[in-house]
């Protein structure tokens, strides 16, 4: 199994360096000590990070 049942997270994620598998929630990788982005936190971005700024002043 590659996702979670309940909310579809990965259950394992690729190092960007070395491409070892490492557990959700580690913030380095086990391997090659690089370190590891969270998907889900950047799938879930505040409105205003990406929003152009004159349409955001609307």
Same mark, same amino acid.
């Given at each position: 199994?590659?996702?979670?049942?309940?909310? /579809? +997270?990965?259950?394992?994620? +690729?190092?960007?360096?070395?491409?070892? /598998?490492?557990?959700?929630? $580690?913030?380095?990788?086990?391997?090659? /000590?690089?370190?590891?982005?969270?998907?889900?936190?950047?799938?879930? +971005?505040?409105? #205003?990070?990406?929003?152009?700024? $004159?349409? +955001? #002043?609307?």
């Amino acid at each position: 199994m590659r996702f979670c049942g309940q909310c /579809a +997270a990965p259950l394992e994620i +690729a190092c960007p360096s070395c491409r070892a /598998a490492n557990p959700p929630g $580690h913030k380095f990788c086990g391997q090659c /000590a690089a370190a590891l982005s969270n998907p889900i936190d950047s799938r879930f +971005a505040s409105p #205003e990070s990406y929003t152009p700024k $004159h349409l +955001a #002043e609307q």
